[in-house]
């Protein structure tokens, strides 16, 4: 899932059950980065008593392909 518009979403991952909230100044690149769903990204996190709702929460992360 990903909100475009407020530039934050939740990657599915099978290290972070129940999701990884994410914010889009954790994606590499330059100017608009954005995610779509179904994009192939390699994720760093971290661990978080709770960020709005979820256990874990994107430190890094990188889009492959497109």
């Not at 990903?2 to 129940?18: H, K, L, R, Y």
């Not at 779509?36 to 978080?48: I, R, S, Y």
Request: charged share 20%; with cysteine; aromatic share 14%.
């Amino acid at each position: 899932m990903w909100n475009g518009e407020e530039g934050w979403g939740v990657i599915d991952s099978a290290q972070t059950p129940g999701g990884c909230w994410a914010f889009y100044s954790d994606i590499v690149g330059e100017g608009f980065r954005t995610l779509v769903v179904g994009d192939t990204v390699t994720l760093d996190w971290e661990q978080v008593t709770d960020q709005d709702g979820y256990q874990y929460r994107a430190t890094r992360v990188k889009q492959h392909g497109g």
